[in-house]
């Protein structure tokens, strides 16, 4: 059953991630007020809804295989001040963090909208058709494209190894993670983007067992260290015979992990990019009921990760996702 668009939640968020992403960060027109924002909100959603459905009437996506699209829709930091609109603490930058090179070019917006699909053409051209809706109203300010493996295996990143293994699986942990619990924007969410060239060629020069290291986990099957299988849950106070730790002080799968946050997760659902310049990297994409978590764990990895002598934040965004449309037909801002 493809994700609906209809629904409590998003849809592009807890289903599996599909082939293509296009991330559409977009800034509001000055003068803008809010009527105009939900006019948007609503034509987008009339556009969506029956491509989703794989019948598309928007000009532009027409003749084309829209199944599994999904577009998710989310504010930035300074709307809401914009258009007088209520929103929740939580919703601020993400401050500035060690080892940060970011550009403004890849950070910020006022509203964004996570394209995923099957196909490259149909993600592009449902971007096409939120800008000729949103014109006079929204201009982008950055949009970003990357790729994954879809299908139920964990898709590898452009190190090689499986990408997303610890996050949570069961229902009930993927709720508790990812779903604002309460108040106008309950079933919303927190989603921080964060854009991160890696150095494949340097990482890839190095031993298997020494990549393995870096990151925790088994190149092959995914496995932690101190594990067999992919799933095994890490044991971090494995120790070798010589007292050394089998997963090492700084691998990023201990620096990362859940336990030194009071076991809180976030459910990451990154996409590989590629850019002109040979350039690659991981458009890291998770979801989360407060950011305040991702800033605490990129805190902690920037103090100490292997993965810094390979990697580098050179983008970053942070946008509450709308909740579902509920009993609506279309999108609205709550409150
Ligand atoms: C290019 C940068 C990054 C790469 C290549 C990368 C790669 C990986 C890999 C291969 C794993 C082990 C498999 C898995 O559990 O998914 C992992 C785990 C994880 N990473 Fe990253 N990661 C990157 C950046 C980040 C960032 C920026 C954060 C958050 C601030 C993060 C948070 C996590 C978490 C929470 C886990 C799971 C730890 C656990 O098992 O509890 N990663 N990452």
């Known amino acids: 059953?493809?994700?609906?668009?209809?629904?409590?939640?998003?849809?592009?968020?807890?289903?599996?991630?599909?082939?293509?992403?296009?991330?559409l960060a977009l800034n509001l027109v000055g003068g803008t007020d809010r009527l105009a924002v939900d006019r948007v909100l609503a034509d987008w959603s009339r556009a969506i809804e029956p491509a989703t459905r794989g019948i598309p009437d928007a000009p532009e996506l027409v003749g084309l295989d829209t199944t599994g699209l999904t577009v998710t829709v989310?504010?930035?930091?300074?709307?809401?001040?914009?258009?007088?609109?209520?929103?929740?603490?939580?919703?601020?930058?993400?401050?500035?963090?060690?080892?940060?090179?970011?550009?403004?070019a890849f950070?910020?917006?006022?509203?964004?909208?996570?394209?995923?699909?099957?196909?490259?053409?149909?993600?592009?051209?449902?971007?096409?058709?939120?800008?000729?809706?949103?014109?006079?109203?929204?201009?982008?300010?950055?949009?970003?494209?990357?790729?994954?493996?879809?299908?139920?295996a964990t898709?590898?990143?452009?190190?090689?190894?499986?990408?997303?293994?610890?996050?949570?699986?069961?229902?009930?942990?993927?709720?508790?993670?990812?779903?604002?619990?309460?108040?106008?924007?309950?079933?919303?969410?927190?989603?921080?983007?964060?854009?991160?060239?890696?150095?494949?060629?340097?990482f890839a020069a190095l031993p298997t067992s020494r990549q393995e290291a870096v990151i925790g986990s088994r190149r092959d099957t995914g496995a932690p260290l101190t594990g067999h299988d992919e799933f095994d849950e890490i044991n971090l106070f494995a120790k070798h015979p010589d007292g050394t730790y089998v997963l090492p002080v700084d691998a990023h799968s201990r620096r990362a992990h859940a336990r030194f946050d009071g076991g809180r997760q976030m459910l990451r659902r990154g996409f590989t990019y590629s850019s002109g310049n040979d350039e690659t990297g991981l458009?890291?994409?998770?979801?989360?009921?407060?950011?305040?978590?991702?800033?605490?764990?990129?805190?902690?990895?920037?103090?100490?990760?292997?993965?810094n002598d390979f990697v580098q934040h050179t983008g970053s965004a942070v946008f509450l996702m709308l909740p579902g449309t509920g009993d609506n037909t279309v999108l609205r801002l709550p409150g």
């Open 1 to 23: 059953m493809p994700p609906s668009f209809r629904g409590t939640h998003q849809a592009g968020i807890v289903d599996p991630a599909p082939r293509s992403l296009l991330f």
């Open 283 to 307: 458009l890291f994409l998770a979801f989360m009921k407060d950011p305040a978590l991702f800033t605490r764990v990129q805190a902690r990895l920037a103090e100490q990760d292997a993965l």
């Open 155 to 202: 898709p590898r990143n452009a190190f090689g190894f499986k990408d997303g293994t610890g996050n949570p699986r069961t229902t009930t942990d993927v709720d508790n993670a990812v779903w604002i619990p309460d108040g106008p924007w309950r079933h919303g969410t927190f989603l921080v983007v964060r854009r991160i060239p890696m150095d494949v060629q340097r």
């Open 74 to 104: 989310g504010v930035g930091p300074d709307l809401p001040g914009k258009i007088g609109l209520a929103a929740p603490k939580e919703l601020a930058p993400i401050p500035a963090l060690p080892g940060d090179r970011l550009q403004p």
């Open 107 to 152: 950070c910020g917006g006022d509203l964004a909208a996570q394209i995923c699909s099957n196909d490259p053409l149909v993600s592009l051209q449902t971007a096409q058709t939120l800008t000729r809706l949103s014109q006079g109203v929204l201009t982008t300010r950055w949009r970003l494209t990357g790729f994954t493996q879809p299908g139920p």
